[in-house]
C-alpha cells in the first residue's frame, strides 16, 4: 500500500470527457475560447464571482470555477450595454481557468471576444445554478478525492467491493476469475486505487482500476484474457465502495487461525476501519468459494446477522438446559 497522494489538476477538456462519460448530465457546450482546454483546475471549489464583477476583489479566488448565473449575467449584460466594461476585464485578466454559465443564458458578444483574446474557456450549460453546482461538486469530489494505491485484485460480490491482496502466485487472479465464473463482477487486476469520498454519513472508500487500461487480467500459465469476452460485459464494473478486504497466504500449521468468528478483525485505511478475513491456501481449498461465502457473511454482519454469535448462543441455552434437568 503507497502513501496517500495529491490528486494533480485536471484540464477543462477532461471535465468534458467526465461529462460525456456520465451520459451528458451537464450538457457542457463550449461558447468560447475553446483554444484554453488545456488550462487546468487545481481545486473541487468554486466561485460565484457577483464581488469581483462589482469591483471588489478582495480574498477572490481566480484559480477555481467561476460560476455565472442570472444575477452575474445580467450585471455583464448591462456593464456591456452602457460601456462599462472596466470591471469585466479586470475579473477576466485574473487567469481565470473557466467560466461556466447556467440557465443557459445570452451571453454578449464583448465576453465572448475577450474570453476567446485570453484562451479562458466559456462553458454554457442549460442547468440551473443550484443543480449545476450540485452535480460539479460530486464530480469534482471524486476527481480531486485522496487516494492510495494497492497491489491487490478487485471484485464486486453482491455489491460488497472485496480487495484480494496476497504475495504474488498465491492465486489472487485465478481467485478472481473463478468468482467471476460464479456470477460476480471484474472490477480490475494488479493495482487498484482506493479514493475516500465523502458521503450522506460521512467518508467512503471507492475502489476502481489505479489505469483503466480494459477488463483484462493475468493467469500464470495461460497469458493475458480479456474477461469481457469470456463472460460479457455484464460482468465488468467500474468501481465499487471497498467493504471486506480477503488476505490469502500459504497455510501455515503454526499460525493461530480464527476459527470461530466472534471478534471481528479491521484494518484501517485512510482512517476507515474495513473488515479482514484471512484464508490460508492449500491444495483442495475452493478459495473463490470461500471468499464469496466470506463476502456473503460480512452482508448478514452489517443485517445483523452473526453466525457464529447465533451458535455461541444457542451452545450457552443447551448448556443452561442440561444444568437445570441435572438439578
Known amino acids: 500500500m503507497t502513501e496517500s497522494q495529491n490528486p494533480s489538476p485536471i484540464r477543462i477538456s477532461r471535465l468534458l470527457e467526465i461529462d460525456e462519460e456520465q451520459g ?7 461558447v468560447a475560447g475553446g483554444d484554453g482546454l488545456t488550462n487546468e483546475i487545481a481545486s473541487e471549489e468554486f466561485n ?5 464583477l462589482a469591483g471588489f476583489f ?9 460560476i455565472l448565473g442570472k444575477g452575474e449575467m445580467a450585471y455583464i449584460a448591462r456593464a456591456v450595454e452602457e460601456g462599462n466594461t472596466a470591471n469585466i476585464d479586470r475579473f477576466l485578466d485574473h ?6 454559465v447556467t440557465y443557459d443564458l445570452f451571453v454578449p458578444q464583448y465576453v465572448l471576444d475577450a474570453c476567446s483574446r485570453r484562451s479562458i474557456p466559456l462553458l454554457r450549460t442549460r442547468l440551473s445554478s443550484k443543480r449545476f453546482i450540485s452535480l460539479i461538486t460530486m464530480i469534482l469530489s471524486d476527481v480531486f478525492a485522496p487516494y492510495i494505491t494497492m497491489h491487490a485484485d478487485y471484485v464486486s460480490i453482491h455489491n460488497i467491493g472485496v480487495l484480494i491482496t496476497g504475495q504474488s502466485g498465491i492465486g489472487k487472479s485465478e481467485s478472481v476469475l473463478g468468482l467471476v465464473e460464479r456470477g460476480h463482477k471484474f472490477i480490475c487486476d494488479d493495482i487498484v486505487r ?22 483484462f487480467i493475468e493467469i ?8 469481457s469476452q469470456y463472460f460479457g460485459e455484464g460482468r465488468i464494473l467500474g468501481q465499487e465502495k471497498l467493504g471486506l478486504i480477503i488476505e490469502l497466504h500459504e497455510w501455515d500449521q503454526s499460525y493461530n487461525y480464527d476459527r470461530v468468528g466472534i471478534e471481528e478483525t479491521y484494518r484501517q485505511v485512510m482512517g476507515i476501519d474495513v473488515p479482514v478475513k ?12 470461500l471468499i464469496e461465502v466470506a463476502a456473503y457473511r460480512e452482508i448478514m454482519r452489517r443485517l445483523g446477522y452473526n453466525s457464529a454469535e447465533d451458535l455461541d448462543r444457542k451452545i450457552i441455552t443447551m448448556m443452561r438446559q442440561e444444568r437445570k434437568q441435572n438439578d
Open 24 to 30: 451528458f448530465p451537464i450538457g457542457f457546450t463550449v
Open 48 to 52: 460565484r464571482p457577483g464581488l469581483p
Open 58 to 66: 478582495e480574498e477572490f479566488s481566480p484559480k477555481r470555477i467561476q
Open 95 to 100: 487567469d481565470i481557468p473557466v467560466c461556466v
Open 194 to 215: 482506493i479514493k475516500k469520498v465523502r458521503a450522506a454519513k460521512g467518508f467512503e472508500l471507492i475502489g476502481e482500476p489505479y489505469v483503466n487500461y480494459g477488463p
Open 220 to 227: 500464470r500459465g495461460i497469458g493475458i484474457i480479456n474477461v
Open 278 to 289: 484471512q484464508i490460508p491456501v492449500s491444495s483442495g481449498r475452493n478459495i473463490p468459494l
